[in-house]
């Protein structure tokens, strides 16, 4: 018997408190052409890939193209107590996005530049707006690269608020262990600066991690610094499938155990495989399927290969397939980066639902394999991804939207994995973000007492509410 | 010509606040033998490896035997608005423990319980007095280690408060990196857990990390997950002397520009290694060194090794010494963690002032040379080691406590070469922590309104400002 639909998943909290016609006029005022009320506009940022609909959008848009803009648009919302949301590229899945009280969208698309690139120090400063392929490009001289990289071509900006990871995480980290120092628009309007381009600090409270993955609450980032990475002298990348996902699990699980660095180790299951072999035109064998990737000087690259083509074929794992060229690797990571929006086209007018809890490796092959089960007696269509270097994996339950019934059995199945994952010490949450879709959850992993302290934080920094108010913890 | 020494540093906000009987009958109801208030014990641990003398000690000490200890302590101490200062081992270089408004002392020496080994997912969860040394002593059956390594034998409840590194950071990271998850005790002596055994997570505001690094200023850190890592099946330690100081930090600027993973990289001055000479029997090279240990496969040690070799020797580096055995690699390392207290014991009854700055790899040789010609013709004797490859060093200025002139000239120094740091994009302080002796570089680094947002978080977490009061910033 499932449950009835949560609360969170109607979204009974969509309250939009009043926007004054002289807070538009102000900053019509004040930003001109940079500032738009047309509805086009509005509902281009008042939704994102989450699979939530029917949310009124903001009220007003703001371009803003520098960091005086954005302190000077929250300081008028300010005024008058009016929300402020703080918007990338609208890549959010967990409707980070949304106008659920209302409020003025805040776009730092135009703070696209990169400021400063330090090859020397392996860092580089950018606006908050710019990209992270764009990113990339512009550093392609320099020899090194930006690893972070979720599925969507995500703003540093709102990477930076979500805590966003993606599949090099396994070996380079996540945002929080990659974001050096912020520039951030607090909720008054001052600016401040968290960090320094030093490697590490012990000089006062982190405030740099604090609004990494704060989702905007807490202000608005308009410049990150980040750590680059010289780019390997070898690269090579394989696919390895095998017959079952235990199989492919467990060999991750060994992997990670035996302190291989392993670059990026990513499981597709096989239905997704054929998912994304109709949407990219790829021939891929259409079994459970380990992409990987070794960096490192050439002779490391064999050494870490062949380590984990023994453990593979200790499990049953065919032999490796390799990408050798650029133009490969290329055309089959993007494969995976798309699998996310193949799966969405694969059924005509449906929404995903993601899930994305991650668990301590030892735990991944219990936790994955029962809920393949519960999803594969749902009838739910699905798609399964993972980064299971990580421990993290995502669901993509392919619903419906106009389906009640779809819906909640897609939330029933989501409901049922963060219970299981948060049993083995795990998390709601690897990389997305909590957002509107897991804010019932955050309590159950982190208990009423830290959400309690998460909640004394933002009234703190906060005191009136208008920063992305209505999402992450109830006010 | 000298500025005069700064306010801090003859501690002028010592002032005790008053402690009720009430609270001492209180805290001997409930802990009996645990709570101590002989002068003794409570000198013990109001001290600290600090250059700070002549502040009162604690009016008592309790020895919590258990995160229930901690909280009934904290909750007494709240209802009579008494500081608390958490203890581990006293290991402090800035003055944290001392009780500069009164107070009491908690000392967390008997939580010394290594809870639980997950060694499949490289985990360990500890009890906050366990000790680096002891952690790895009790683990070492299970093929895995915990890399950071402050020169004392610290808690691991006073590393995450300190965001303490050491000698491995360069590969493994600091405290901030390693810790996973948390029990604290907070303000009002109520328990909460931060984070999970996930390897990452996006699941609201990183409690975690606002607690690593907070100085004992926000609550107390009760238990600690930390990550573990394989024991690496390689392992060479190298000596490499150089004529120049200049030399020996080019060599390791480009060695992290080129991403070598070096695990360590150590440097000591020709004037240091005389000092570790004399104190532990060893015959190294009088000259300026490079201390630096490989970790990987039997090939990718040799790889780097190579590598490395190569760029030291374009720096007039002479041949690698290189210490083979186990038991040559505990000499050598035990030698360098003990120049500090090589360094204090070469010139009786002096105290050293610790320098701590970190700043961007390419601005490490004109940072330290600079420096050091400024220490030179100071006549102030000192030591210098450093964690080069972090781009974080140590001068220590062995001052005699009572020459005020000393005292002055050295902290001009520590002064010159903060404001010489910041202006590089570095930070004052990369691992010992802000205490009592960085409060004025702290808002030269962060700005004041960064250590306003600190103070506000600060209020909202501890309204009646009885954790650790008067450190790191002004209340």
Redesign the interface.
């Known amino acids: 018997m499932n449950a009835p639909a949560q609360a969170s998943h109607v979204l009974p909290h969509v309250q939009p408190r009043p926007v004054p016609p002289a807070l538009i006029e102000a900053l019509q005022a004040r930003f001109g052409a940079q500032c738009s009320t047309a509805l086009a506009v509005r509902e281009q940022h008042g939704r994102d890939e989450s699979a939530f609909t029917d949310v009124p959008p903001p009220a007003a848009v703001v371009f803003a193209e520098s960091t005086q803009d954005v302190a000077d648009a929250v300081k008028l919302c300010a005024q008058h107590r009016v929300p402020v949301i703080p918007f990338g590229v609208g890549s959010s899945l967990e409707g980070h996005l949304l106008a659920v009280q209302g409020g003025v969208s805040i776009d730092l698309g135009r703070m696209n530049k990169v400021l400063s690139v330090?090859a020397?120090?392996?860092?580089v400063t950018v606006q908050a707006g710019v990209t992270r392929k764009q990113l990339n490009d512009e550093i392609k001289s320099t020899g090194l690269f930006f690893p972070i990289d979720p599925g969507a071509d995500a703003t540093l900006g709102g990477m930076s608020a979500?805590?966003?990871?993606g599949t090099n995480?396994v070996r380079y980290?996540?945002m929080?262990?990659n974001v050096l120092a912020l520039e951030v628009v607090?909720a008054q309007g001052?600016?401040?600066?968290?960090g320094?381009?030093?490697?590490?600090?012990?000089?006062?409270?982190?405030?740099t991690?604090?609004f990494?993955?704060?989702e905007g609450t807490?202000g608005v980032i308009t410049e990150v610094t980040v750590r680059l990475?010289?780019l390997?002298e070898a690269v090579s990348a394989a696919i390895c499938s095998f017959p079952t996902i235990a199989d492919a699990v467990n060999t991750v699980?060994q992997t990670?155990?035996?302190?291989v660095p392993i670059a990026r180790v990513e499981l597709i299951d096989a239905g997704t495989v054929a998912i994304v072999n109709k949407y990219a035109k790829l021939q891929l064998r259409e079994q459970h399927m380990l992409l990987m990737e070794f960096h490192g000087?050439p002779?490391?690259v064999r050494?870490q290969a062949e380590m984990v083509q023994h453990i593979a074929s200790e499990h049953h794992g065919a032999d490796f397939e390799w990408a050798d060229t650029p133009e490969e690797r290329t055309r089959l990571w993007t494969a995976r980066h798309n699998a996310y929006f193949a799966a969405v086209q694969s059924r005509p007018g449906c929404r995903a639902i993601s899930t994305?809890t991650?668990?301590?490796?030892?735990r991944l092959a219990d936790c994955l394999l029962d809920s393949v089960a519960e999803a594969d007696a749902s009838g739910i269509p699905y798609f399964l991804v993972g980064h299971v270097g990580?421990?993290?994996f995502h669901f993509g339950y392919l619903i419906d939207p106009d389906s009640a019934d779809e819906r909640a059995r897609a939330e029933q199945l989501n409901r049922q994995l963060v219970a299981r994952a948060?049993g083995m010490?795990?998390?709601?949450?690897?990389?997305?973000?909590?957002g509107l879709h897991?804010m019932d959850?955050?309590v159950q992993?982190?208990?009423e007492?830290?959400?309690a302290?998460?909640r004394?934080?933002k009234?703190?920094?906060d005191p009136h509410n208008i920063m992305n108010p209505g999402k992450?913890?109830a006010w």
């Open positions: 330090n020397e120090d392996l860092t979500t805590r966003a990871s995480a980290g996540t929080r262990e607090t001052e600016v401040i600066r968290t320094t381009r030093a490697k590490k600090s012990s000089a006062g409270y982190d405030l991690r604090l990494v993955g704060s807490l990475y010289p390997p699980i990670i155990q035996l302190g000087s002779a490391g050494e994305d991650c668990v301590p490796i030892s990580d421990g993290n948060l010490g795990g998390t709601c949450s690897g990389e997305h973000g909590v897991k959850f955050l992993e982190a208990g007492g830290a959400v302290m998460m004394t934080l009234h703190a920094l992450v913890f």
